[in-house]
């Protein structure tokens, strides 16, 4: 199948992502398996840097919940007090480590909107070069 040239199809992808509604739509339509390979990068990046923070104690589980805690009041989220809640219902019930992990998800969870301005930000540069690498191919 011949491919249509590159102006062309990020035209199409331009005016296919008009009418779509999360950003994450935009996203893949526009990019493809690299934007999606991209975001979830970032994300078990982000999870795993807080995981490993508190795993070696240099984040305390207590004052990141407080914390959320504190985020979840100045935005008025229910989710938000819903997810430290159950955080903190988990690092008290489970061992460490899983607690550990329910807490960094929580985080995770509220660095959302920083994730997406790094998946923004990196996926137009990943895509050029996963593009030059199977050109080389």
Do not use: E, H
């Amino acid at each position: 199948r011949k491919q249509q040239p590159r102006k062309q199809r990020c035209r199409r992808a331009r005016n296919a992502c008009k009418g779509t509604k999360t950003w994450l739509s935009n996203m893949v339509l526009s990019y493809g398996k690299v934007g999606v390979a991209t975001y979830a990068g970032v994300w078990l990046s982000t999870i795993s840097a807080f995981f490993m923070a508190l795993q070696t104690d240099t984040l305390a589980a207590g004052d990141a919940l407080q914390a959320t805690r504190r985020a979840a009041n100045a935005v008025d989220s229910d989710m938000l007090r819903s997810l430290a809640t159950s955080a903190d219902d988990a690092l008290r019930a489970v061992p460490s480590s899983a607690g550990n992990l329910a807490v960094a998800f929580v985080l995770t969870k509220l660095c959302k909107p920083l994730r997406i301005v790094a998946t923004a930000a990196l996926t137009p540069r990943m895509a050029r070069a996963w593009n030059a690498v199977r050109l080389r191919s």
